[in-house]
């Protein structure tokens, strides 16, 4: 990295760009390159980069009011964007509320809490922990490590961690019990109705989950049947239902919340990224009438809270990227993007190390695998999923790559959930970068 930099880099051996303009699906950089940004970077841009209704909206909130702290006030931004999300999430959300954060590791954060602090509401203080998955990714503050079951993530920092219990994933192509859809009756599922019965379930408050696993598992969507199983396992015990839904959120499947496409109502609903696009830090707790009822009829205050939350002009933002979604019909966008983006990276299948394209919408998932017939990963010292994002880039495609689907080391997959807005002619270019990345990188 350069020696000019006064920035504490995510890594101090990576040489990056700087990036100084975006538009559309496009990111320009300093040094004359452009990017076509298939990741949305990292499943953020919804809308695409550079548009000029949302900024402008920001300006014209920071000039009227930029900040007033929500101990005192509510904010008009806020409480609009916060009506408009309970319209679009599922009819328990009706009479709902809504907890403004800066990020999804903050939304997480709040959830936690949220499922404490609802049990000592209604006279049940012996629960405390949320339980949730192994190979999964909910943030990176304490709380969101604990409930995460990323294992690379999670390392350094074990001994900082409680342990509340994972249950096994959710992962059809590397199946932890070995088995096969339908055969299998979801027995991943019934991994939690294991976990609450060896551990006292009456200390527990809430299963967190992502509905389609993203950074950690490249896009593993859940066959039908599991998460109504799930549910109906947290109602028995009487667990709040979490729905981290800060990659899938505000679009991504083709539905406002990924939840919808299995008719599931949470408890409580995360966003983070999508919901601003990138244009500021904003995250959303959605949080369900049954959960409102009890603190507003016990204690009445949430012992929590951010500086930052419910900011104007991030919830500005949150409204102009939601006004430019309706406004271009851009949920009705995703499948038919989708469509075309599949198909395009469709004949990337036939190539000996594509094991499996999956996803639902636009986020995807490429899983690379040394041996196909076996589903056998590579040794993780070769590196694959980065080495291949390298040269994707290098043909001028950003991507999402990470190590460890299998088991927390092993397994390379590449992420990609580009903008909404993605055509026909990126797709294609999309699919051609990352058909001669791979040529290059099993060459070399
Ligand atoms: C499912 C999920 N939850 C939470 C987070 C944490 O969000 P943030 O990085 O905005 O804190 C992420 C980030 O990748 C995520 O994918």
Excluded at 43 to 72: C, D, Y
Excluded at 94 to 122: D, H, P, W
Aim: hydrophobic share 45%; charged share 15%; proline share 7%.
């Amino acid at each position: 990295m350069s020696d000019a930099s006064s920035l504490f880099p995510r890594h101090f051996r990576k040489d990056l760009p700087v990036a100084v303009r975006g538009e559309g699906c496009w990111l320009y950089t300093q040094d004359g390159h452009k990017f076509l940004d298939a990741a949305g970077s990292a499943a953020v841009v919804n809308i695409g980069h550079g548009v000029p209704e949302i900024a402008a909206a920001m300006s014209a909130q920071a000039s009227q009011l930029a900040f007033a702290h929500t101990s005192q006030f509510h904010n008009a931004p806020a409480e609009k964007l916060a009506a408009r999300l309970l319209a679009l999430a599922p009819p328990n959300f009706q009479n709902g509320r809504v907890y403004f954060t800066s990020g999804g590791s903050e939304s997480t954060e709040t959830a936690i809490k949220l499922a404490r602090q609802y049990f000592i509401e209604i006279g049940q203080p012996s629960r405390f922990r949320v339980v949730s998955r192994r190979q999964s990714y909910h943030g990176s503050t304490l709380g969101a490590m604990t409930v995460s079951g990323n294992l690379a993530r999670r390392a350094p920092y074990a001994p900082l961690l409680p342990e509340w219990g994972h249950i096994a994933p959710c992962f059809c192509y590397h199946c932890p019990f070995e088995q096969t859809f339908p055969q299998c009756n979801v027995a991943c599922a019934d991994d939690l109705e294991h976990l609450l019965r060896q551990s006292d379930p009456s200390t527990a408050t809430a299963f967190i989950f992502e509905p389609i696993v993203g950074a950690t598992l490249g896009a593993a969507v859940p066959p039908d049947g599991y998460l109504t199983r799930i549910a109906e396992i947290c109602r028995r015990h009487d667990l709040l239902l979490i729905a981290d839904e800060v990659m899938t959120g505000l679009g991504r499947t083709g539905k406002p919340f990924a939840v919808q496409h299995a008719n599931l109502e949470p408890d409580i609903i995360l966003t983070g990224k999508g919901i601003a696009s990138g244009y500021a830090p904003l995250g959303a707790v959605l949080v369900s009438a049954k959960v409102v009822e009890a603190f507003a009829q016990g204690s009445g205050a949430f012992k929590h809270g951010f500086t930052y939350q419910a900011h104007p002009v991030s919830t500005a933002a949150g409204n102009a990227v939601l006004d430019y979604l309706e406004s271009h019909h851009l949920f009705a966008r995703v499948q038919p993007v989708a469509e075309h983006l599949r198909a395009a990276l469709a004949p990337l299948a036939a190539h000996p190390h594509v094991a499996d394209i999956r996803g639902r919408g636009l986020l995807l998932g490429i899983e690379l695998v040394r041996d196909k017939s076996m589903r056998a990963p590579f040794d993780p010292q070769q590196s694959i999923a980065e080495k291949t994002r390298i040269a994707a880039m290098d043909a001028g495609v950003l991507t999402y790559p990470t190590q460890g689907c299998l088991d927390g080391a092993r397994g390379d997959h590449l992420l990609l959930a580009p903008p909404f807005i993605l055509t026909p002619a990126e797709s294609a270019q999309i699919a051609q970068a990352l058909s001669s990345a791979l040529t290059k990188v099993f060459r070399d």
